[in-house]
Nanobody, 126 residues
Framework: VQLQASGGGLVQAGGSLRLSCAAS????????MAWFRQAPGMEREYVGA????????YYADSVRGRFTISRDNDKNTMYLQMNSLKPEDTAVYYC????????????????????WGQGTLVTVSS
C-alpha cells in the first residue's frame, strides 16, 4: 500500500486549498482513511477521518465547518478541501489508512493507522 499526498502550498488567511491523497495497492472504498497535521515543534494532530465502508465522516472541532473530506473512487483518491484557512492551520498534512475497522473513538489516534503518506506542507500567511 502506498499513499501519496499532494496539493500543499502557500495561501493567505481566509483562502482555500485542496489536498489530495492518492492510494495504490489497496481497494480504496473498503477502508478507513484520515488526515492528520503536524506543526513545527508540535505533536501530530488529528484533522478528520472517513469510514468509507459506512460512508461516515468525522472532523476535529478545530476544523469542523471549514474542512471537508471527500473521495473519487475512479481515481482512488481522497481529498481534503480546506476553506477559511487560518494561520494556525499551518502544518505538514499527512493522510493515513487503516485496513482494520476502528471504532469511532480510536479515529483520532495515529496508532490506529497502518499506512501513511509522506506529507504535504500547508502555509497560511496572515
Amino acid at each position: 500500500v502506498q499513499l501519496q499526498a499532494s496539493g500543499g502550498g502557500l495561501v493567505q488567511a481566509g483562502g482555500s486549498l485542496r489536498l489530495s491523497c492518492a492510494a495504490s495497492g489497496v481497494t480504496f472504498g473498503r477502508h478507513t482513511m484520515a488526515w492528520f497535521r503536524q506543526a513545527p515543534g508540535m505533536e501530530r494532530e488529528y484533522v478528520g477521518a472517513a469510514r468509507w465502508s459506512m460512508n461516515t465522516k468525522y472532523y476535529a472541532d478545530s476544523v469542523r465547518g471549514r474542512f471537508t473530506i471527500s473521495r473519487d473512487n475512479d481515481k482512488n483518491t481522497m481529498y481534503l478541501q480546506m476553506n477559511s484557512l487560518k494561520p494556525e492551520d499551518t502544518a505538514v498534512y499527512y493522510c493515513a489508512l487503516t485496513v482494520s475497522h476502528p471504532i469511532v473513538s480510536s479515529l483520532p489516534d495515529p496508532g490506529t493507522y497502518d499506512y501513511w503518506g509522506q506529507g504535504t506542507l500547508v502555509t497560511v500567511s496572515s
